[in-house]
């Protein structure tokens, strides 16, 4: 069965850090490019980072850059998004995402992809 199995989420205070980890189940995620995207209650689901193939390029949407890593072992076939320095607004259901190398990035980042993560919570308290 192919999946993706997303983990580390839980409850932080703001100014506090979280890392989230993907891993691919019958899945070889060194093809793929890897995303992380994040959903509140009533809202579209929204781009945070993605990673080409090779870790070669990194992509953030604005309101994360500075704060939020991504970054591939493809040895380990996991994507990990390091999440620092949170904020209330960091709030959601975050997922894995993981689209084919030959897709541009904006039509990742529109939120077309291959194989999605059942999600994992990310909760920051103020």
């Known amino acids: 069965q192919v999946q993706l199995v997303e983990s580390g989420g839980g409850l932080v205070q703001a100014g506090g850090s979280l890392r989230l980890s993907c891993v691919g189940s019958g899945l070889r995620l060194s093809i793929y490019t890897m995303g992380w995207f994040r959903q509140t209650p009533g809202k579209e689901r929204e781009f945070v980072a993605a990673i080409t193939w090779n870790g070669g390029t990194t992509y953030y949407t604005d309101s994360v850059k500075g704060r939020i890593t991504i970054s591939r072992d493809n040895a380990k076939n996991t994507v990990n998004l390091q999440m620092n320095s949170l904020k209330p607004e960091d709030t959601a259901v975050y997922y894995c995402?993981?689209?084919?190398?030959?897709?541009?990035?904006?039509?990742?980042?529109?939120?077309?992809?291959?194989?999605w993560g059942q999600g994992t919570q990310v909760t920051v308290s103020s």
């Open positions: 995402e993981a689209a084919s190398s030959r897709r541009s990035i904006s039509t990742i980042q529109a939120g077309v992809a291959d194989y």
